[in-house]
Protein backbone atom coordinates (compact mmCIF):
# COMPACT_ATOMS: atom_id res chain seq x y z
CA UNK A 1 0.00 0.00 0.00
CA UNK A 2 1.24 3.23 -1.03
CA UNK A 3 0.80 6.99 0.71
CA UNK A 4 0.35 10.38 -1.37
CA UNK A 5 3.49 12.29 0.52
CA UNK A 6 1.50 15.15 2.76
CA UNK A 7 1.97 18.41 0.70
CA UNK A 8 3.39 19.99 4.08
CA UNK A 9 6.32 17.76 2.79
CA UNK A 10 6.67 19.46 -0.72
CA UNK A 11 6.34 22.77 0.68
CA UNK A 12 8.40 23.13 3.92
CA UNK A 13 8.73 26.60 3.77
CA UNK A 14 5.22 27.23 4.81
CA UNK A 15 4.32 24.14 6.38
CA UNK A 16 7.55 24.28 9.07
CA UNK A 17 5.68 27.34 10.89
CA UNK A 18 2.45 25.90 12.07
CA UNK A 19 3.47 22.03 11.91
CA UNK A 20 7.12 21.70 12.60
CA UNK A 21 6.72 18.16 13.88
CA UNK A 22 5.18 16.65 10.47
CA UNK A 23 7.57 18.79 8.20
CA UNK A 24 10.38 17.93 9.92
CA UNK A 25 9.42 14.39 9.53
CA UNK A 26 8.38 14.69 5.21
CA UNK A 27 11.92 16.39 5.13
CA UNK A 28 14.06 13.31 6.81
CA UNK A 29 11.86 11.07 5.05
CA UNK A 30 12.18 12.54 1.55
CA UNK A 31 15.19 15.77 0.82
CA UNK A 32 17.29 15.09 4.15
CA UNK A 33 20.27 17.36 2.76
CA UNK A 34 17.55 19.86 1.05
CA UNK A 35 19.19 23.53 1.37
CA UNK A 36 20.80 23.19 5.15
CA UNK A 37 23.90 24.58 4.03
CA UNK A 38 22.06 27.25 3.08
CA UNK A 39 20.32 27.39 5.93
CA UNK A 40 23.21 27.19 8.13
CA UNK A 41 24.63 30.56 6.19
CA UNK A 42 21.57 32.50 6.44
CA UNK A 43 21.21 31.26 10.14
CA UNK A 44 25.17 32.72 11.23
CA UNK A 45 24.32 35.54 9.56
CA UNK A 46 21.10 35.96 11.41
CA UNK A 47 23.39 35.24 14.88
CA UNK A 48 26.29 37.05 14.41
CA UNK A 49 23.59 40.38 13.11
CA UNK A 50 22.51 40.06 16.68
CA UNK A 51 25.90 40.17 18.04
CA UNK A 52 26.52 43.48 16.49
CA UNK A 53 23.28 44.82 17.55
CA UNK A 54 23.56 43.99 21.09
CA UNK A 55 27.42 45.97 20.53
CA UNK A 56 25.31 48.73 19.08
CA UNK A 57 27.43 48.50 15.73
CA UNK A 58 25.57 46.96 13.04
CA UNK A 59 26.30 50.17 11.00
CA UNK A 60 29.33 48.36 10.21
CA UNK A 61 27.44 46.56 7.26
CA UNK A 62 27.49 49.73 5.52
CA UNK A 63 31.12 49.59 4.96
CA UNK A 64 31.48 47.61 2.10
CA UNK A 65 34.60 45.66 3.08
CA UNK A 66 33.24 44.93 7.04
CA UNK A 67 29.84 43.90 4.51
CA UNK A 68 32.20 41.80 2.33
CA UNK A 69 34.00 40.16 5.52
CA UNK A 70 30.88 39.12 7.09
CA UNK A 71 29.53 37.54 4.04
CA UNK A 72 32.56 35.29 3.95
CA UNK A 73 33.05 34.45 7.71
CA UNK A 74 28.99 33.31 7.33
CA UNK A 75 30.08 30.85 4.29
CA UNK A 76 32.41 29.36 6.28
CA UNK A 77 31.23 29.67 9.60
CA UNK A 78 28.05 28.63 8.62
CA UNK A 79 28.57 24.46 7.55
CA UNK A 80 30.96 24.42 10.22
CA UNK A 81 28.63 25.33 12.71
CA UNK A 82 25.84 22.98 11.19
CA UNK A 83 28.38 19.61 11.35
CA UNK A 84 29.82 20.36 14.61
CA UNK A 85 26.11 21.26 16.06
CA UNK A 86 24.57 18.19 14.54
CA UNK A 87 27.68 15.92 16.11
CA UNK A 88 27.37 16.81 19.18
CA UNK A 89 23.60 16.88 19.34
CA UNK A 90 24.05 13.21 18.17
CA UNK A 91 26.14 12.05 20.77
CA UNK A 92 24.32 13.91 23.88
CA UNK A 93 21.14 11.97 21.77
CA UNK A 94 22.75 8.53 22.39
CA UNK A 95 23.25 9.14 25.66
CA UNK A 96 19.50 9.75 26.50
CA UNK A 97 18.71 7.01 23.94
CA UNK A 98 17.83 8.72 20.56
CA UNK A 99 18.96 6.73 17.61
CA UNK A 100 18.43 9.59 14.63
CA UNK A 101 21.32 9.88 12.59
CA UNK A 102 23.55 12.58 11.90
CA UNK A 103 21.78 13.87 8.66
CA UNK A 104 18.42 13.98 10.30
CA UNK A 105 19.87 16.20 13.14
CA UNK A 106 21.15 18.56 10.68
CA UNK A 107 18.09 19.08 8.77
CA UNK A 108 16.37 19.55 12.57
CA UNK A 109 19.16 21.94 13.05
CA UNK A 110 19.04 23.81 9.46
CA UNK A 111 15.44 24.40 9.83
CA UNK A 112 14.35 25.10 12.75
CA UNK A 113 16.88 28.60 12.18
CA UNK A 114 14.01 29.61 9.78
CA UNK A 115 12.20 31.70 12.14
CA UNK A 116 15.49 33.49 13.16
CA UNK A 117 16.19 33.97 9.92
CA UNK A 118 12.83 35.60 9.08
CA UNK A 119 13.82 37.67 12.28
CA UNK A 120 17.33 38.68 10.99
CA UNK A 121 15.32 39.60 7.54
CA UNK A 122 12.14 41.58 9.48
CA UNK A 123 14.94 43.47 11.30
CA UNK A 124 16.93 44.32 8.55
CA UNK A 125 13.97 45.81 6.43
CA UNK A 126 12.63 47.87 9.77
CA UNK A 127 16.21 49.51 9.73
CA UNK A 128 16.37 50.24 6.20
CA UNK A 129 12.53 51.90 6.46
CA UNK A 130 13.81 53.61 9.74
CA UNK A 131 17.03 55.46 7.54
CA UNK A 132 18.62 58.19 8.99
CA UNK A 133 15.87 57.73 12.37
CA UNK A 134 17.68 54.73 13.11
CA UNK A 135 15.21 52.40 15.01
CA UNK A 136 14.81 52.09 18.13
CA UNK A 137 17.19 49.38 19.57
CA UNK A 138 15.31 47.87 22.48
CA UNK A 139 12.88 46.91 19.89
CA UNK A 140 15.38 45.62 17.57
CA UNK A 141 16.13 43.59 20.49
CA UNK A 142 12.83 42.52 20.98
CA UNK A 143 12.30 41.37 17.40
CA UNK A 144 15.52 39.17 17.41
CA UNK A 145 14.74 37.84 21.06
CA UNK A 146 11.09 36.74 20.02
CA UNK A 147 11.98 35.16 16.90
CA UNK A 148 15.07 33.34 18.69
CA UNK A 149 12.57 31.79 21.17
CA UNK A 150 10.68 30.35 18.43
CA UNK A 151 13.07 28.93 16.97
CA UNK A 152 13.99 27.48 19.93
CA UNK A 153 10.76 25.45 20.17
CA UNK A 154 10.63 24.62 16.28
CA UNK A 155 14.03 22.79 17.49
CA UNK A 156 12.76 21.01 20.25
CA UNK A 157 9.61 19.91 18.65
CA UNK A 158 11.50 18.54 15.34
CA UNK A 159 14.31 17.16 17.57
CA UNK A 160 11.53 15.53 19.61
CA UNK A 161 9.86 13.66 16.31
CA UNK A 162 12.81 12.50 15.28
CA UNK A 163 14.49 10.94 18.14
CA UNK A 164 11.22 9.70 19.58
CA UNK A 165 11.68 11.76 22.48
CA UNK A 166 8.87 12.72 25.72
CA UNK A 167 9.05 16.06 26.60
CA UNK A 168 11.66 16.39 29.49
CA UNK A 169 14.40 14.30 27.22
CA UNK A 170 14.17 16.92 24.88
CA UNK A 171 14.78 19.93 27.38
CA UNK A 172 17.23 17.64 28.95
CA UNK A 173 19.17 17.40 25.09
CA UNK A 174 18.61 20.86 23.96
CA UNK A 175 20.21 22.57 27.35
CA UNK A 176 22.86 20.02 27.30
CA UNK A 177 23.55 20.76 23.57
CA UNK A 178 23.21 24.57 23.85
CA UNK A 179 25.99 24.58 26.51
CA UNK A 180 28.15 22.34 25.16
CA UNK A 181 28.06 24.07 21.74
CA UNK A 182 28.80 27.80 23.12
CA UNK A 183 31.64 26.16 25.28
CA UNK A 184 33.54 24.58 22.67
CA UNK A 185 32.49 27.42 20.10
CA UNK A 186 33.93 30.03 22.76
CA UNK A 187 37.01 28.15 23.64
CA UNK A 188 37.66 27.99 20.11
CA UNK A 189 37.38 31.58 18.88
CA UNK A 190 39.36 32.53 22.11
CA UNK A 191 42.48 30.17 21.69
CA UNK A 192 42.66 30.10 17.95
CA UNK A 193 40.93 32.85 16.53
CA UNK A 194 40.79 36.18 18.14
CA UNK A 195 40.42 36.99 21.85
CA UNK A 196 38.90 40.26 23.74
CA UNK A 197 40.64 42.67 25.53
CA UNK A 198 40.24 45.99 27.26
CA UNK A 199 42.57 49.19 28.03
CA UNK A 200 42.63 50.15 31.60
CA UNK A 201 45.55 52.55 31.41
CA UNK A 202 46.79 55.54 28.92
CA UNK A 203 50.22 54.18 27.82
CA UNK A 204 49.11 53.07 24.14
CA UNK A 205 47.21 56.56 23.77
CA UNK A 206 45.92 58.06 21.11
CA UNK A 207 46.27 54.77 19.27
CA UNK A 208 44.19 52.71 22.00
CA UNK A 209 41.88 54.72 24.63
CA UNK A 210 41.04 53.76 28.27
CA UNK A 211 37.99 52.15 27.70
CA UNK A 212 38.77 50.19 24.38
CA UNK A 213 37.71 47.06 23.76
CA UNK A 214 39.67 45.35 20.86
CA UNK A 215 40.64 41.63 19.39
CA UNK A 216 43.74 40.40 19.46
CA UNK A 217 44.59 37.85 16.44
CA UNK A 218 45.69 34.63 17.39
CA UNK A 219 47.00 33.24 14.56
CA UNK A 220 49.32 35.75 13.15
CA UNK A 221 52.66 34.87 15.24
CA UNK A 222 51.64 31.13 15.70
CA UNK A 223 50.91 29.36 18.96
CA UNK A 224 52.62 29.03 22.04
CA UNK A 225 51.40 28.12 26.14
CA UNK A 226 50.17 31.53 26.27
CA UNK A 227 47.71 31.23 23.29
CA UNK A 228 45.97 28.57 25.57
CA UNK A 229 43.75 29.61 28.60
CA UNK A 230 45.39 29.57 31.94
CA UNK A 231 48.89 28.58 30.01
CA UNK A 232 49.41 25.19 30.67
CA UNK A 233 52.70 24.11 29.73
CA UNK A 234 51.90 21.95 27.02
CA UNK A 235 53.92 23.81 24.09
CA UNK A 236 57.30 25.00 24.39
CA UNK A 237 58.37 27.85 21.97
CA UNK A 238 55.56 28.32 19.14
CA UNK A 239 54.19 26.06 17.01
CA UNK A 240 53.15 27.28 13.15
CA UNK A 241 55.35 30.78 14.08
CA UNK A 242 55.78 33.62 11.86
CA UNK A 243 57.64 36.52 13.31
CA UNK A 244 56.24 40.04 14.23
CA UNK A 245 56.82 43.40 12.35
CA UNK A 246 57.89 46.37 13.77
CA UNK A 247 54.89 48.83 14.36
CA UNK A 248 52.77 45.53 15.32
CA UNK A 249 50.37 46.88 18.22
CA UNK A 250 50.48 43.36 20.42
CA UNK A 251 49.16 42.28 23.86
CA UNK A 252 51.73 40.34 25.64
CA UNK A 253 52.53 38.00 28.93
CA UNK A 254 54.61 40.57 31.24
CA UNK A 255 58.23 38.40 30.97
CA UNK A 256 58.51 39.32 34.89
CA UNK A 257 55.06 37.93 35.91
CA UNK A 258 53.32 35.65 33.41
CA UNK A 259 49.71 36.20 34.74
CA UNK A 260 49.77 40.15 33.42
CA UNK A 261 48.65 41.00 29.74
CA UNK A 262 49.96 44.10 28.58
CA UNK A 263 49.73 45.89 25.17
CA UNK A 264 52.39 48.06 23.48
CA UNK A 265 54.48 48.76 19.83
CA UNK A 266 57.19 46.76 18.88
CA UNK A 267 59.53 48.93 17.15
CA UNK A 268 62.97 46.27 17.92
CA UNK A 269 63.66 42.98 16.12
CA UNK A 270 66.49 40.36 17.03
CA UNK A 271 69.31 42.47 16.34
CA UNK A 272 68.03 45.98 16.22
CA UNK A 273 69.75 48.92 18.40
CA UNK A 274 67.41 50.62 20.20
CA UNK A 275 67.98 54.05 21.95
CA UNK A 276 65.63 57.11 22.83
CA UNK A 277 67.61 60.51 22.19
CA UNK A 278 65.49 64.02 23.89
CA UNK A 279 61.77 62.05 23.08
CA UNK A 280 62.99 61.06 19.77
CA UNK A 281 63.12 56.91 18.68
CA UNK A 282 66.67 55.69 17.50
CA UNK A 283 66.53 52.46 15.36
CA UNK A 284 70.05 51.13 14.77
CA UNK A 285 71.73 54.33 15.19
CA UNK A 286 69.42 56.15 12.72
CA UNK A 287 66.51 58.64 14.26
CA UNK A 288 62.93 57.47 13.09
CA UNK A 289 60.88 59.81 11.04
CA UNK A 290 58.42 61.93 12.91
CA UNK A 291 56.52 64.97 12.16
CA UNK A 292 54.72 67.66 14.38
CA UNK A 293 51.01 67.46 14.10
CA UNK A 294 48.17 68.88 15.87
CA UNK A 295 48.01 68.63 19.68
CA UNK A 296 45.92 65.86 21.33
CA UNK A 297 43.34 67.16 23.55
CA UNK A 298 40.25 65.87 25.37
CA UNK A 299 41.56 63.33 27.65
CA UNK A 300 43.94 62.81 31.04
CA UNK A 301 46.46 61.68 28.54
CA UNK A 302 49.48 61.98 30.88
CA UNK A 303 48.19 60.89 34.35
CA UNK A 304 47.80 64.57 35.80
CA UNK A 305 44.28 65.12 36.26
CA UNK A 306 44.57 68.05 33.63
CA UNK A 307 43.04 67.68 30.07
CA UNK A 308 45.11 70.51 28.53
CA UNK A 309 46.54 70.16 25.34
CA UNK A 310 49.36 67.18 24.47
CA UNK A 311 51.95 67.12 21.82
CA UNK A 312 51.34 64.98 19.28
CA UNK A 313 53.65 63.45 16.43
CA UNK A 314 53.46 61.12 13.77
CA UNK A 315 55.92 58.37 13.37
CA UNK A 316 57.01 56.59 10.67
CA UNK A 317 59.38 53.48 10.82
CA UNK A 318 61.85 52.54 8.34
CA UNK A 319 58.96 49.53 6.80
CA UNK A 320 56.48 52.68 6.26
CA UNK A 321 54.23 51.76 9.54
CA UNK A 322 53.36 55.03 10.69
CA UNK A 323 51.20 55.63 14.00
CA UNK A 324 50.96 58.91 16.29
CA UNK A 325 52.67 58.69 19.35
CA UNK A 326 52.52 61.98 23.22
CA UNK A 327 54.68 63.48 24.49
CA UNK A 328 53.49 64.77 27.81
CA UNK A 329 57.01 66.37 28.88
CA UNK A 330 60.18 67.68 27.08
CA UNK A 331 63.35 65.36 28.33
CA UNK A 332 61.24 62.98 30.79
CA UNK A 333 62.25 60.12 32.38
CA UNK A 334 63.07 57.62 29.54
CA UNK A 335 63.32 60.79 26.64
CA UNK A 336 67.10 59.98 27.03
CA UNK A 337 68.10 56.06 27.17
CA UNK A 338 71.29 54.10 26.89
CA UNK A 339 71.32 51.83 23.66
CA UNK A 340 69.22 48.53 24.08
CA UNK A 341 70.55 45.74 21.87
CA UNK A 342 67.57 43.24 21.03
CA UNK A 343 68.59 39.48 21.99
CA UNK A 344 67.97 36.68 19.66
CA UNK A 345 64.18 34.97 19.80
CA UNK A 346 63.34 38.31 21.95
CA UNK A 347 61.13 41.91 20.96
CA UNK A 348 61.11 45.42 21.96
CA UNK A 349 57.86 47.15 22.29
CA UNK A 350 57.27 50.57 23.98
CA UNK A 351 53.81 52.33 24.13
CA UNK A 352 52.94 55.03 21.84
CA UNK A 353 52.44 57.31 25.16
CA UNK A 354 55.71 57.66 25.66
CA UNK A 355 56.06 59.61 28.76
CA UNK A 356 53.56 57.76 30.57
CA UNK A 357 54.36 54.37 29.42
CA UNK A 358 55.89 51.35 31.54
CA UNK A 359 57.65 49.22 28.78
CA UNK A 360 60.86 47.49 27.31
CA UNK A 361 62.78 50.77 28.51
CA UNK A 362 62.62 49.71 31.95
CA UNK A 363 64.25 46.75 31.99
CA UNK A 364 64.05 45.64 35.64
CA UNK A 365 59.69 45.45 34.72
CA UNK A 366 59.46 44.63 31.24
CA UNK A 367 62.53 44.38 29.32
CA UNK A 368 63.08 42.54 26.33
CA UNK A 369 59.86 40.41 25.26
CA UNK A 370 60.42 36.92 24.71
CA UNK A 371 58.48 35.75 21.21
CA UNK A 372 56.95 33.02 23.40
CA UNK A 373 55.13 35.62 25.48
CA UNK A 374 53.58 37.21 22.38
CA UNK A 375 49.67 36.75 22.78
CA UNK A 376 48.83 37.67 19.65
CA UNK A 377 48.54 41.02 17.35
CA UNK A 378 45.78 43.81 18.46
CA UNK A 379 43.41 43.87 15.28
CA UNK A 380 39.57 45.66 15.76
CA UNK A 381 38.27 47.66 18.47
CA UNK A 382 35.01 46.21 18.66
CA UNK A 383 33.44 48.65 21.44
CA UNK A 384 34.13 51.66 23.19
CA UNK A 385 32.97 54.08 26.19
CA UNK A 386 34.18 56.73 28.30
CA UNK A 387 34.64 57.27 31.82
CA UNK A 388 31.38 58.92 33.66
CA UNK A 389 31.97 61.46 34.65
CA UNK A 390 29.50 63.48 37.55
CA UNK A 391 27.43 60.23 38.25
CA UNK A 392 26.54 59.83 34.64
CA UNK A 393 26.33 56.80 32.75
CA UNK A 394 29.55 56.06 30.72
CA UNK A 395 29.35 57.53 27.18
CA UNK A 396 29.48 54.92 24.42
CA UNK A 397 32.44 56.18 21.92
CA UNK A 398 30.42 54.71 18.87
CA UNK A 399 32.65 56.43 16.32
CA UNK A 400 35.43 53.92 17.77
CA UNK A 401 33.51 50.84 17.01
CA UNK A 402 35.09 49.12 14.43
CA UNK A 403 38.20 51.04 14.17
CA UNK A 404 41.26 48.88 12.66
CA UNK A 405 44.44 48.88 14.93
CA UNK A 406 47.55 49.94 13.05
Same mark, same amino acid.
Given at each position: ??? $?????????????????????????????????????????? =???????????????LTDWRFGLAFVLLCVILGPAWLYVS???????????????????????????????????????????????????????????? =???????????????????????? $?????????????????????????????????????????????????? $?????????????????????????????????????????????????????????????????????? *??????????????????????????????????? $?????????????????????????????????TDSRVLRQIGYIPFENLVGRVRLIFFSRA???????? =??????????? *?
Amino acid at each position: MTS $TPDQSFRSPWLAVWLSPRQTIEGIVATRPRHLVLLLAILATA =AGLYGELLAFGAEGLLTDWRFGLAFVLLCVILGPAWLYVSALILSWISYLLGGRAPPLALRAVIAWSALPSILGFVVVLIASAVAGDRQAPHHILGVLVG =AFGLWSAVVFMLMLARVQHFGFWR $TIATYVLNVVLVSFLLAFSVRTFLYQPFNVPAASMMPTLLVGDYFFVEKF $TYGYSRFSLPFSPPLLSGRIFASEPQRGDVVVFRLPTDTSIDYVKRIVGLPGDRIQMKQGQLYLNDTAVG *RERIADYAGDDACGSGASGPVKRWRETLPNGRSYE $TLDCVDNGFYDNTNVYTVPAGQVFAIGDNRDNSTDSRVLRQIGYIPFENLVGRVRLIFFSRAASEGGAAP =AVRSERIGMLV *R
